[in-house]
């Protein structure tokens, strides 16, 4: 038995507002296509949907039951339509993050922007250690997601705050200083926000410290401190397993937290990298 979508969605709007006037308002027909199409239903099913008198309307078991199979059918057609609705967005959109924003969230917002908008194509540059904000600010990106010290409710870039991210020392559950030598750390290259945070935390404390590892990516400062070779200062929210927090210990200092802002260029904000910047709200 096939049903008529369209005869499906006028019986859930009379059973949504209870009232055959009400269901032709909102489906845009007259109050006899309604009754038609209800009729025409309750012809095809064979039984009795909907229980009238000159006072009231009610849903019948029967009713009950088609109505609720209607709403999910509704429900997955609407789903598809919008899947493969043309988007009538184009151009190119210059984006730039983190390493550790979107970590294994990237293929999805990827996946999900190229599905929502085929017309679009997206330049994606994603590193820990490309200096976001200088792009931003060159017009060599449209849009990125960058990193700031936290300044009161609001990110100190003037961008959209994602996300408040609260940094800490870590090292390997196995990690054993050494002794009478300075403590090693494993930083980012410059200009990694991380590693400015830490570093000036370090001096200000008067930690005796030196640099054994640095790395361009987060596998690599991850490795390195899971191998016990150093201290690092990461997102609590990027903390590993193996991994162990030393806040406090070996008189090491308090870290501030740090926001992700999305931010455009002056010139970049257009249509699509607008959506696509919805997208990596929603997704944040």
């Not at 269901?23 to 012809?43: G, K, M, P």
């Not at 930083?187 to 935390?201: D, I």
């Not at 390195?224 to 070996?250: N, P, Q, R, T």
Request: proline share 7%.
């Amino acid at each position: 038995m096939d049903f008529d979508p369209t005869l499906l969605r006028t019986f859930v709007a009379v059973a949504d507002t209870g009232s055959f006037t009400r269901a032709a308002q909102r489906q845009h027909l007259t109050q006899s296509d309604v009754s038609h199409q209800i009729r025409r239903l309750e012809e095809q099913v064979g039984r009795r949907l909907l229980s009238r008198t000159t006072r009231s309307l009610t849903v019948t078991e029967d009713g009950e039951e088609l109505l609720r199979h209607a709403q999910r059918i509704l429900l997955s057609f609407d789903t598809l339509a919008r899947r493969f609705r043309p988007s009538p967005l184009s151009g190119t959109v210059r984006f730039g993050a983190p390493e550790n924003f979107m970590g294994d969230r990237l293929p999805r917002l990827l996946l999900r922007f190229a599905r929502d908008f085929p017309a679009v194509r997206l330049d994606a540059s994603i590193s820990a250690n490309l200096d976001l904000p200088a792009l931003i600010g060159t017009g060599d990106l449209d849009v990125a997601v960058v990193i700031s010290l936290s300044a009161a409710d609001n990110p100190a870039t003037g961008g959209r705050l994602l996300r408040r991210a609260r940094l800490v020392w870590v090292v390997a559950e196995t990690f054993e200083p050494p002794r009478d030598a300075p403590l090693p750390f494993a930083f980012y290259p410059p200009p990694c926000v991380h590693r400015q945070v830490g570093v000036r935390a370090l001096d200000e404390a008067g930690i005796d410290s030196h640099i054994v590892f640095t790395s361009h990516s987060q596998e690599g400062i991850h490795a390195a401190v899971l191998a016990g070779l150093a201290i690092s200062a990461i997102a609590f929210d990027d903390l590993k397993a193996g991994m162990k927090i030393i806040d406090g210990e070996y008189g090491l200092p308090p870290l501030p937290d740090i926001d992700f802002a999305l931010v455009w260029s002056s010139g970049g904000k257009t249509p699509a990298s607008t959506a696509f910047g919805e997208l990596i709200c929603e997704m944040a």
